[in-house]
């Protein structure tokens, strides 16, 4: 198993309320030349927990830091004018926290980080490092 140091929030930068799933993020990925979905999990708007690319594989979701990390992303993140905006449900946010408890319990030297804490992005538009200490 890789070593994990850190965990990774991410939003799908979709309008709010728009239904995608990990599916559709696996097509946009694969036209973009890549093997398979970059993240490792997506949490649909319902806050059904998808899989995307296994765990034992590098992601693909955060420039210098896939190596040794878990990328989860929610489907959202874009206001209805697009602009970047907190759109999780509560059964988004009640998932994305069971699933950060989870991966804490199996890794439990990673730290929580959201991508704009890595590039100059307000994915994931809110702050993940800070609500999930």
């Given amino acids: 198993m890789r070593t994990i140091t850190e965990i990774i929030v991410h939003c799908s930068a979709t309008r709010e309320g728009m239904d995608f799933h990990a599916s559709d993020i ?14 490792h999990y997506v949490i649909d708007l319902d806050g059904t927990v998808e899989t995307g690319r296994p765990m ?15 990328g989860i992303c929610y489907i959202g993140g874009l206001d209805n004018h ?3 905006c907190d759109t999780r449900t509560e059964a988004q946010k009640t998932a994305l926290l069971h699933l950060i408890r989870t991966l804490k319990e199996q890794f439990p030297q990673a730290q929580v980080y959201g991508h704009s804490d890595f590039a100059a992005k307000a994915c994931p538009c809110f ?7």
């Fill in 82 to 84: 697009g602009l970047p």
């Fill in 26 to 39: 696996d097509m946009w990925h694969k036209q973009k030349g890549w093997k398979c979905i970059g993240y």
């Fill in 56 to 70: 034992t594989q590098t992601g693909a979701h955060c420039r210098g830091h896939n190596q040794h990390s878990i």
């Fill in 127 to 133: 702050d993940a490092k800070k609500e999930y200490i």
